[in-house]
């Protein structure tokens, strides 16, 4: 009698370097996997890895009838027509009650779409974030499923084992109904935007401003990391700021271009929340001086018009790293607040049932903005599930408070002295204009009514009114 092979438990389309470290994650917790692409050379590279646990597929069939029931099919490829292909491609091969997982960075609003178009057909979908990069899907990343309960409840038990650990607890969870697990997922990136903006000025003030060496530089940077701004993204900085060629007497940092590219998911972070009316102008700055640095033959041209930056001071740089440190602390601070305020109001607009201190829980490890400050966050949504913005969690407060007088300083010297650092400023502004309890928007709304009778609200009286304010003068 001859033995049936052995079904495979999870199958995953795109054999990418993330869909193919992922697959081996999950072969590595007891899991017998597939994957599938349409590239010979990366299913032959990945049957040479583990055959034992893990079969690479060209033919969507094979790959297909490869696995158990419910078939469990993941798409790590491009977001975008990509995702709809691939999904027209896999659905003649499936059942209804099969799962498919879309584990890119898809836009939310097409997540709800295929959400809602695999329910009618009977098919389960989840979309999930992940985030972690290349070391992430290998060894344990933050993962944000969202969409069908029940789906992610079949596969729970394999994403906590193949999830980033933080005292013990997976750094995965169901994130909520529908499109939440993206939305999620970019609110990460969009935070992951700001924070690489204000490491960035950071770098300029010090390198610009300051004129430490690069050396210097290093150095303050991995101090910063083993202290209250310890973070994934500080410790790779602090590896860039060491890293040289063999043979070279400098940085290769300083032979890249100063031209930032991106893939569009801080764009959506803004687009979103300026659709809920809400602001971030923190991430909204830092998607835009991206942007910018594109423009480089006009700066080039810009810069023989104007003079160079000025050192900050002449004297006592390590009072001003103090100060920057200040500055940093405090607007790491206001870039997480801002996304997690965008999430509180998400919530409200699309039912999506978010748990915010859960989503602060799973970005402790795994994830691109992993930081020590995250368990400040988990904190303080752990002890007022309904808080509404960081700022007024009064641990936090005291943080902002005790770290005011440095970013008040770093901002005016570095105008002062022609040095740009539009994220510091962009942190400041809004904690500024967050507090104020009269801020100048009545003039606006004005305005408003003078050349487009747009009507205004009085303070203590109910109703809309207009005025012929033409007729006073």
Same mark, same amino acid.
Request: hydrophobic letters at 35%; aromatic letters at 8%; glycine letters at 8%.
């Given at each position: 009698?001859?033995?049936?092979?052995?079904?495979?438990?999870?199958g995953?389309?795109g054999l990418?370097?993330?869909g193919?470290?992922l697959?081996?994650n999950?072969?590595d917790?007891?899991y017998a996997?597939?994957g599938?692409d349409i590239s010979a050379?990366?299913v032959?590279?990945?049957?040479?890895i583990?055959?034992e646990?893990i079969?690479?597929?060209?033919?969507?069939?094979a790959?297909t009838?490869?696995?158990?029931?419910?078939?469990?099919v993941?798409?790590?490829?491009?977001?975008?027509?990509?995702?709809?292909?691939v999904i027209?491609e896999?659905?003649?091969?499936?059942?209804q009650?099969d799962i498919?997982?879309d584990?890119?960075?898809s836009?939310?609003?097409d997540?709800?779409r295929? !959400?809602?178009?695999?329910?009618?057909?009977?098919?389960?979908?989840?979309?999930m974030?992940v985030s972690?990069g290349?070391?992430?899907?290998?060894?344990g990343?933050s993962?944000?499923?969202?969409?069908?309960k029940?789906a992610y409840?079949?596969v729970?038990?394999?994403?906590t084992?193949?999830?980033?650990q933080?005292?013990?607890?997976p750094?995965v969870?169901?994130?909520?109904?529908?499109?939440?697990g993206?939305f999620v997922?970019?609110?990460?990136?969009?935070i992951e935007?700001?924070l690489?903006?204000?490491?960035?000025?950071?770098?300029?003030?010090?390198k610009?401003g300051?004129?430490l060496?690069d050396d210097?530089i290093h150095s303050v940077?991995?101090t910063?990391?083993?202290g209250?701004?310890?973070?994934y993204?500080l410790?790779?900085t602090?590896?860039?700021l060491a890293y040289?060629e063999?043979g070279?007497d400098h940085?290769l940092?300083?032979?890249?271009?100063?031209?930032?590219k991106s893939?569009?998911t801080?764009?959506w972070?803004?687009?979103?929340?300026?659709?809920?009316?809400?602001p971030?102008?923190l991430?909204d700055i830092?998607?835009?001086?991206?942007?910018l640095?594109?423009?480089?033959?006009?700066r080039i041209k810009?810069s023989t018009?104007y003079?160079?930056?000025e050192n900050i001071?002449?004297?006592?740089s390590?009072?001003?790293i103090?100060?920057?440190e200040?500055a940093? !602390?405090f607007?790491?601070?206001s870039?997480?607040a801002?996304?997690m305020?965008l999430?509180?109001?998400a919530?409200?607009e699309y039912?999506?049932?978010l748990n915010l201190?859960?989503i602060?829980k799973?970005w402790?490890?795994g994830?691109?903005?992993?930081?020590?400050?995250l368990?400040?966050i988990y904190?303080?949504?752990?002890?007022?599930?309904e808080?509404?913005?960081l700022?007024l969690?009064?641990?936090i407060?005291?943080h902002l408070?005790?770290?005011?007088?440095?970013?008040r300083?770093?901002?005016?010297d570095?105008?002062?002295?022609?040095i740009a650092?539009?994220a510091f400023?962009?942190a400041?502004? !809004?904690f500024?204009n967050f507090?104020n309890?009269e801020?100048p928007a009545?003039l606006?709304q004005a305005?408003?009514?003078?050349?487009?009778?747009?009507? !205004?609200?009085?303070?203590?009286k109910?109703?809309?009114f207009?005025?012929e304010w033409?007729a006073?003068?």
């Open positions: 009698m001859i033995k049936a092979p052995k079904k495979n438990t999870f995953m389309i990418g370097t993330m193919s470290n697959l081996q999950i072969a917790h007891g996997c597939a599938y050379e990366k032959s590279a990945l049957n040479t583990n055959p646990s079969q690479g597929f060209t033919d969507m069939s790959f009838n490869s696995l158990s029931t419910p078939k469990i993941m798409l790590l490829v491009p977001a975008g027509k990509i995702v709809d292909s027209e896999l659905l003649p091969f499936l059942d009650g498919i997982i584990g890119g960075n836009h939310f609003l997540t709800d295929r !959400y809602l178009d695999l329910e009618s057909k009977g098919y389960h979908f989840i979309g974030g972690g290349e070391e992430g899907a290998r060894r990343p993962m944000m499923p969202g969409g069908d029940k409840e079949a729970e038990p394999i994403l084992k193949i999830a980033a933080v005292n013990g607890d750094t969870a169901f994130m909520g109904n529908r499109s939440a993206h997922k970019m609110v990460h990136n969009g935007y700001a690489m903006q204000l490491i960035a000025e950071t770098y300029e003030v010090l610009n300051l004129h060496h210097a940077f991995k910063w990391n083993e209250r701004l310890q973070s993204l410790e790779i602090s590896d860039i040289k063999t070279s940085l940092l300083d032979d890249i271009k100063d031209e930032a893939k569009g801080g764009k972070t803004s687009q979103a929340a300026m659709d809920l009316n809400l971030i102008p991430i830092a998607v835009s001086m991206r942007d640095s594109k423009y480089k033959d006009l810009a018009m003079p160079d930056a001071h002449s004297q006592n390590n009072k001003q103090a100060k920057l200040q940093f !602390y607007s790491m601070v870039a997480y801002q996304g305020h999430l509180y109001r919530n409200e039912d999506y049932k201190d859960v602060a799973i402790r490890g994830c691109i903005i992993r930081s020590e400050f368990e400040d904190a303080a949504y752990t002890t007022d599930s808080l509404k913005h700022f969690n009064r641990t407060h005291l408070e005790n770290s005011i007088a440095g970013i300083n770093i901002v005016s570095c105008a002062l002295k022609g650092v539009p400023s962009a400041l502004g !809004y500024d507090r309890d801020m009545n606006i305005q408003r009514d003078y050349f487009g009778s747009h009507t !205004y609200e009085l303070k203590g109910e109703g809309s207009h005025t033409e006073g003068n």
